[in-house]
């Protein structure tokens, strides 16, 4: 089964075709589940926003509007599926696109374009949810799938989530941010210290050249929880930073990702006591981050886990890891509805909740 995807949920246009193995069908479990990427194209919007400091709603759904078409395209060219577009399309059995969380507008260029080319392709149409395409983007091109159950911490700029996945579609939340998500206090510091947009690369780069034991930053706890708290780091960090006009952009960049790194793993540690999970995964932008990644594969190491870490370029969003989540879906709970809309915020549907 080929899947086309579309991604359109925030400043990235993204269209991919992702091949979904037959063995699924006869046996629905994560085991068997190993969805191959034949293209994934991703026209970004970075340069377009940056020179606003971050993604402007109207422009960013303007510039989806205008690549569309192009990237559709190119994605169909790249997946080899035929020697025309017609008959590239004619190998295609499902659409799927992602209908939230994100901005509306930026949604509604996506959808309505998936919904119409469903109905005059005559197949099926799935609407999927963006953080789940995070959590299943670890299963993409891969020999074997990841063992389950899983510990997964999705980071990105509106999220930040840990959960235990038993499953493909099941997912056990074990804490999450009560206030900023990882992502965006990395793009509110970097705004602060004039780094640039996006903020997470900028602060990553800047702290290679830093001294992370220079400045310790607090590390919030919240009692009896394992939810995190970034708004007091990201105060306490703008604070210093107003005083102490001195000290290097570096420096304060090496010890903010330092605590935000800590905080991670001191809750990946404790739940991978408590739920002794056979696969550790990170996704979501702040997955890009190069001391979140070397600390998760040493801890992964500590525990004797199978570290799932993507590839950066696969952190951030794409639309193969929307075509994997349309993949299972439309096998395990059959096609969406024409009349689906697009939701500026959609929960995941967590078992314990
Ligand atoms: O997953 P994503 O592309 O979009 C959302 O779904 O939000 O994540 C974007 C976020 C931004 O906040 C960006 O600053 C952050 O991921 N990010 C990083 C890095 N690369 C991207 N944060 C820290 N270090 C990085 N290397
Ligand atoms: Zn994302």
Redesign the pocket.
């Known amino acids: 089964m080929n899947i086309l995807a579309i991604e359109t949920?925030?400043d990235e246009t993204a269209v991919a075709v992702i091949k979904i193995n037959d063995s699924y069908k006869t046996d629905i479990t994560a085991k068997n589940f190993s969805p191959k990427t034949l293209s994934s194209v991703i026209s970004s919007q970075i340069d377009i926003h940056a020179k606003y400091g971050g993604v402007v709603p109207e422009v960013a759904s303007r510039a989806h509007l205008d690549n569309i078409d192009y990237v559709v395209e190119e994605a169909l060219t790249h997946a080899n599926l035929g020697d025309s577009l017609f008959k590239s399309f004619d190998q295609i059995d499902a659409i799927g696109v992602t209908h939230g969380p994100g901005l509306l507008g930026s949604l509604m260029v996506g959808v309505s374009y998936a919904k119409a080319l469903a109905f005059s392709l005559g197949i099926p149409y799935i609407g999927v949810n963006?953080l789940e395409g995070?959590l299943v983007a670890s299963f993409l091109d891969r020999e074997n799938p990841p063992e389950l159950p899983a510990l997964v911490l999705l980071v990105?700029?509106?999220?930040t989530i840990l959960l235990n996945m038993t499953e493909l579609g099941q997912y056990h939340l074990i804490a999450q941010t009560v206030d900023d998500a990882a992502?965006?206090a990395?793009?509110k510091i970097a705004r602060y210290l004039d780094l640039g947009f996006?903020?997470?690369?900028a602060?990553?780069k800047a702290a290679m050249h830093g001294d992370d034991k220079k400045i310790r930053f607090p590390r919030a706890e919240i009692k009896n929880s394992l939810d995190l708290s970034f708004s007091g780091l990201k105060t306490a960090v703008i604070r210093y930073a107003k005083d102490n006009l001195e000290v290097s952009t570096e420096d304060i960049s090496a010890g903010f990702q330092k605590a935000v790194v800590d905080m991670l793993l001191s809750r990946i540690t404790a739940a991978i006591k408590v739920y002794n999970p056979k696969t550790l995964i990170i996704g979501?932008?702040?997955a890009?981050?190069?001391l979140l990644r070397t600390a998760v594969a040493s801890v992964a190491e500590e525990f004797s886990l199978e570290p799932m870490i993507p590839m950066k370029k696969d952190?951030?969003?794409n639309a193969a890891m929307i075509g994997a989540v349309a993949g299972f879906r439309i096998i395990k709970d059959g096609p969406g509805k024409m009349t689906d809309s697009v939701y500026s915020t959609l929960p995941l549907q967590y078992v314990n909740s």
């Open positions: 949920s925030c963006h995070h990105s700029g509106g999220h992502g965006e990395f793009d996006p903020g997470g690369p602060i990553d979501g932008g702040v890009a981050n190069s952190c951030t969003d």
